[in-house]
């Protein structure tokens, strides 16, 4: 069992940026992919970017060239680095890791864009 504690969460001005951490309780050295998801009220939860363990990124076209996923091998973190933030993408974003045939998710951190 894998635990994943998100971070980084908050209210934001249009335009202002965040930076969201995931934090796991074992090594991610070798997990297959991390990613980050976001569920939106009355949507359902989207992929927003996802990490593989060779570095490979991909992301969804809404946050193409504003967001950016990293990950820390050493301190076992996945980081999303949101700017340009926008009213739209106001949701629970929720860190995930998939590897080997199992899913993990964290529990949530509450992005809020708005003036």
């Known amino acids: 069992q894998v635990q994943l504690v998100e971070s980084g969460g908050g209210l934001v001005q249009p335009g202002g940026s965040l930076r969201l951490s995931c934090t796991a309780s074992?090594?991610?050295?070798?997990?297959?992919?991390m990613g980050w998801y976001r569920q939106a009220p009355g949507k359902q939860r989207e992929l927003v970017a996802i990490?593989?363990?060779?570095?490979?990124?991909n992301y969804a076209d809404s946050v193409k060239g504003r967001f950016t996923i990293s990950r820390d091998n050493v301190k076992n973190t996945v980081y999303l680095q949101m700017n340009s933030l926008k009213p739209e993408d106001t949701a629970v974003y929720y860190c995930?890791?998939?590897?080997?045939?199992?899913?993990?998710w964290g529990q949530g951190t509450q992005v809020t864009v708005s003036s």
């Open positions: 990490i593989t363990s060779g570095g490979g990124t």
């Open positions: 995930n890791q998939y590897d080997r045939g199992f899913t993990y």
């Open positions: 074992r090594s991610i050295f070798s997990v297959n992919v």
